[in-house]
């Protein structure tokens, strides 16, 4: 091997850059001892980089064993508010799952509870430890925001436990009130007596609806028929049909032999008045058959004029029995007029509500009293069923499933006097 490959080269380096070229060659003191200064100073620079890179390489190492401490912290962190909200998730979830004989107010103080466990419990999270420099803060930040929505959804959950509890038992005393209000209507929706068949439809609006009707034999022989609609539905409209189910009892009994359609009319505006106090009305007519006499008297308080169907020249007349009168409950001393009509063979007396006519289909067309009249011109040859199913058929047609807004109810009665 040759000596000049035995030479640092470095110092080789330094050796080319005074011309000496040739390893045997001695340079001179002067020149030797500026590269041996050359030579150290460039290995004291080596040396001082590779101690700034063994410094750098241990700070770095320093950094990340840090960053790794904070990023799991920040992970236990995390994982602390995981568990936080699924406890809470568990108590609300136990609380909305339906169960029988569940108490409201143990439920809401369940879901309270559980929001101030986690409320106290996010706090300790968040404050456990000093944020990090580097996205710590903005994360907290948004972990806070989530809390604080997550308390507001368990604030929402306890409003709606209450509201629905609320509902359930609004929703109980309405079927109560419903049922209470069948026992007010007759028995039985087709009532046959020699004279007449009456035949009769009722559909609420609502569980609890606005509408009676009523048919009663009189002591004298004669037979009423009264129908009424109070202005809207509920609870309320239940209570002023119970009303003037027991005026209309009251009368039957004061005036077992001669029942008039006015003074019936008179003492139910009298009951309906007391009760309501006007904030209520209802609209009223009532009939008195008499088959001895063939009559029909009728006296109206603000309802749709009962219709009287009768043949005529090979096809059917539709005349509507007219007679006027102010609504029950509008004015303490209302008085009310009777017309009177005679009765043959084969006629038909048509009663209903207002929510016959103002039943609606889809884009909101009322059925109307044209259509009313046209299904009772096809349907006048039948008996009374039959004529009140093809009015009942009609109107399902035309609504076609679209929710009706008011009660309706029909009574046809067809005579044989």
């Keep these: ?3 000049q490959n035995n030479i640092d080269p ?5 050796l080319k850059k005074e011309g000496l070229t040739d390893p045997s060659e001695v340079p001179d003191l002067e020149t030797w001892g500026r590269i041996l200064q050359r030579v150290s100073e460039y290995y004291r620079h080596v040396s001082e980089d590779r101690d700034r890179l063994s410094r750098s390489i241990e700070t770095s190492t320093e950094e990340m064993t840090e960053l790794h401490r904070r990023l799991e912290g920040e992970r236990q962190r995390l994982r602390a508010v995981v568990m936080a909200f699924a406890d809470a998730l568990g108590v609300f979830r136990d609380v909305v799952t339906p169960k029988k004989n569940r108490d409201v107010e143990e439920a ?4 309270s509870q559980a929001k101030m466990k ?3 419990r996010l706090k300790e999270i968040l404050t456990s430890e000093p944020q990090s420099p580097t996205g710590g803060a903005a994360s907290t930040s948004e972990v806070e925001n989530l809390g604080r929505d997550f308390l507001a959804l368990a604030d929402q959950l306890v409003r709606l436990i209450r509201e629905t509890a609320e509902r359930a038992s609004l929703k109980k005393e309405l079927e109560v009130a419903g049922a209470v209000q069948q ?3 007759p028995e039985h929706d087709l009532i046959e007596r020699p004279f007449a068949k009456v035949a009769a439809y009722y559909r609420p609006a609502a569980e609890c609806g606005g ?4 048919a ?3 002591a004298d022989g004669r037979f009423l028929v009264v129908i009424g609609d109070v202005t809207g ?5 239940a209570i002023i049909t119970g009303a003037a189910k027991a005026a209309c009892d009251l009368a039957m009994s004061l005036h077992r032999n001669g029942l008039k359609c006015e003074d019936l009319l008179k003492l139910m505006n009298a009951a309906i008045h007391g009760a309501a106090r006007q904030r209520l009305l209802m609209t009223c007519v009532a009939g008195i058959i008499d088959p001895r006499s063939k009559t029909l008297w009728v006296a109206n308080a603000g309802h749709a004029f009962p219709y009287l169907v009768r043949e005529q020249n090979g096809g059917y007349e539709i005349t509507p029995i007219v007679t006027h009168g102010a609504p029950l409950g509008a004015n303490q001393d209302s008085v009310y007029a009777t017309t009177q009509t005679q009765l043959k063979p084969g006629d038909i007396l048509v009663w209903y509500t207002d929510g016959l006519l103002e039943c609606e289909e889809e884009r909101g067309e009322q059925f109307g009293e044209k259509r009313l009249k046209a299904t009772l011109q096809h349907a006048a040859r039948w008996h009374a069923p039959a004529i009140r199913d093809s009015i009942a058929h009609a109107l399902t047609r035309f609504a076609s499933g679209h929710p009706q807004k008011d009660d309706i109810t029909l009574v046809v009665a067809r005579m044989n006097i």
């Design 10 to 14: 470095v110092l080789a380096r330094q």
């Design 216 to 218: 009663h034999d009189l």
């Design 108 to 111: 809401t103080s369940a879901v």
């Design 233 to 237: 539905h509920g609870i309320a409209s």
């Design 1 to 3: 091997m040759s000596a």
């Design 211 to 214: 509408d009676w009707w009523a």
């Design 118 to 120: 986690f409320a106290g």
């Design 183 to 185: 026992l007010l209507l």
